[in-house]
T-cell receptor
Framework: DTEVTQTPKHLVMGMTNKKSLKCEQHMGHRAMYWYKQKAKKPPELMFVYSYEKLSINESVPSRFSPECPNSSLLNLHLHALQPEDSALYLCASSQRYGTETYEQYFGPGTRLTVT | GNSVTQMEGPVTLSEEAFLTINCTYT??????LFWYVQYPGEGLQLLLK?????DKGSNKGFEATYRKETTSFHLEKGSVQVSDSAVYFC???????????FGTGTRLTVIP
C-alpha cells in the first residue's frame, strides 16, 4: 500500500471558522509533510514532521497549526484564515527525513476555499 | 543554492507526437532528480527518478537521463497520448538539504 489519503477532498470555510485537514498513511513512514499549492504554481513546503516531532516550519502564519498525533496521522488545523489562503493543500510522506534522499509520496490534496 | 528551471509552457502536441520537456538544475554536490506529474484536480504522482549521474529513470513510456555535465534531466516520451495531458514538475533533492526543490511546472495538452 503506497497510498496517502487526505480528507476532506474539498472544503469551503468562512474567515471566522475553525476547521481541520486530515492526512493518513500506513506505509510505516516516519516523515510527513504539508505543502500549499496555488493555481499554476509548484507546491511550497509548509511543515515537516519527523518521528512525530515538528522539524521544519517554513515561516507559516500561526493561523495554520499542524499536529502529528501518531506516526500515521497528520492534521492541519485552520483558524481565522484569509481569502488568499485558498489553495490546494497537499500532504506527503517519506520513509525518513534527513540527509539521505527519501522518495516523497503525495496525497490527492484538499482544495480549500476561504470566503 | 538549489534551483530547478523548466521550459516555459504550455505545450500542446498532437497524439503520437514526440515529447521533450527541458529541465536544468543548479545544486552543489550530487542531488537526486525527480519528475512528478499532476493530473487535473489531483495531487502529485512520482513519475520517475534518478539518483546519480548517467542514471536513466523510466516509467509508463517516459524517460529522463541524469546528465551531470549539462546539469539537465530532460523528460521525453516517444508517442504521447491524450491521457498524458497533465502538469509535469521537475524536482531535485539535495543531499543534506532535506527538502524537495520544484521547478515551476510545464502544462502539457495532447489533442486527438
Amino acid at each position: 500500500d503506497t497510498e496517502v489519503t487526505q480528507t476532506p477532498k474539498h472544503l469551503v470555510m468562512g474567515m471566522t471558522n475553525k476547521k481541520s485537514l486530515k492526512c493518513e498513511q500506513h506505509m510505516g513512514h516516519r516523515a510527513m509533510y504539508w505543502y500549499k499549492q496555488k493555481a499554476k504554481k509548484p507546491p511550497e513546503l509548509m511543515f515537516v514532521y519527523s518521528y512525530e516531532k515538528l522539524s521544519i516550519n517554513e515561516s507559516v502564519p500561526s493561523r495554520f497549526s499542524p499536529e502529528c498525533p501518531n506516526s500515521s496521522l497528520l492534521n492541519l488545523h485552520l483558524h481565522a484564515l484569509q481569502p488568499e489562503d485558498s489553495a490546494l493543500y497537499l500532504c506527503a510522506s517519506s520513509q525518513r527525513y534527513g540527509t539521505e534522499t527519501y522518495e516523497q509520496y503525495f496525497g490527492p490534496g484538499t482544495r480549500l476555499t476561504v470566503t | 543554492g538549489n534551483s530547478v528551471t523548466q521550459m516555459e509552457g504550455p505545450v500542446t502536441l498532437s497524439e503520437e507526437a514526440f515529447l521533450t520537456i527541458n529541465c536544468t538544475y543548479t545544486a552543489t554536490g550530487y542531488p537526486s532528480l525527480f519528475w512528478y506529474v499532476q493530473y487535473p484536480g489531483e495531487g502529485l504522482q512520482l513519475l520517475l527518478k534518478a539518483t546519480k549521474a548517467d542514471d536513466k529513470g523510466s516509467n509508463k513510456g517516459f524517460e529522463a537521463t541524469y546528465r551531470k555535465e549539462t546539469t539537465s534531466f530532460h523528460l521525453e516520451k516517444g508517442s504521447v497520448q491524450v491521457s498524458d495531458s497533465a502538469v509535469y514538475f521537475c524536482a531535485l533533492h539535495q543531499t543534506g538539504a532535506n527538502n524537495l526543490f520544484f521547478g515551476t511546472g510545464t502544462r502539457l495538452t495532447v489533442i486527438p
